[in-house]
Structures are given as structure tokens and as C-alpha cells.
Nanobody, 123 residues
Framework: QVQFVESGGGLVQPGGSLRLSCAAS????????IGWFRQAPGKEREGLLC????????YYADSVKGRFTITRNSARNTVYLQMNSLKPEGTAMYYC????????????????WGQGTQVTVSS
């Protein structure tokens, strides 16, 4: 059974940083592209960035370029999302997901999802 568990969310002030984790079981994260998405209340799920099997990062949201980075620890079978200079508009539920056929900005291309972790950016 494949399971993804996100953690690391919470309340942070504008300009602050958080590191989200996506721990997987039942699947090797090295074998699939891993994307991070977020969804704010009343909005569609938004693709942020993705890490391919080759460890190449692809950004889908201009708003996070230069502030967010994605990395993978193969030994821990965990992918991380480092978020710096957070803004109030970054308040959302954040999800990780895996795609068998490679990175994509479309949530429909991802087959396994975590339950999400809430990030709130507020003073």
C-alpha cells in the first residue's frame, strides 16, 4: 500500500520560512516524479514545482521561483519543500504527489497523494 505523509506545516509570519516533508512508504520516491501543490479555500489546486527522477526541478508557479526549492533524501525516502520569504497569499493546504510519467503541472497526472499539511502565513 502506497502512502504519502506530509508534515511541517504551521503558522508562520510573513517573511518567515518553513520546510515541509513528504515521507513515502510502499513506493521508492526515486522511481517517480514528485510534485508539490497547494490549494487555498475556494481555489483550484495549484502546481508549484516538481522534482524529476533525474533530480531536475521544474517550476510551475512563477510566484515561488527563487523562494521555494525541492530536494530528495533517497535514504529516508522523503522529499522536502523548503519555503522561504513566505507571503500571506501562500496560506493554503500543501500536498505532495507522485507521477509515473514525469513532471506535470496538472494534478490529474499524479497518481498518489498525501493528505496535506496546512500552512498559514499571518502576522
Amino acid at each position: 500500500q502506497v502512502q504519502f505523509v506530509e508534515s511541517g506545516g504551521g503558522l508562520v509570519q510573513p517573511g518567515g520560512s518553513l520546510r515541509l516533508s513528504c515521507a513515502a512508504s510502499g513506493i521508492a520516491l526515486d522511481s517517480e516524479a514528485i510534485g508539490w501543490f497547494r490549494q487555498a479555500p475556494g481555489k483550484e489546486r495549484e502546481g508549484l514545482l516538481c522534482l524529476g527522477v533525474s533530480r531536475r526541478s521544474t517550476y510551475y508557479a512563477d510566484s515561488v521561483k527563487g523562494r521555494f526549492t525541492i530536494t530528495r533524501n533517497s535514504a529516508r525516502n522523503t522529499v522536502y519543500l523548503q519555503m522561504n520569504s513566505l507571503k500571506p497569499e501562500g496560506t493554503a493546504m500543501y500536498y505532495c504527489a507522485s507521477a509515473y510519467y514525469g513532471c506535470s503541472s496538472s494534478p490529474s497526472q499524479y497518481r498518489y497523494w498525501g493528505q496535506g499539511t496546512q500552512v498559514t502565513v499571518s502576522s
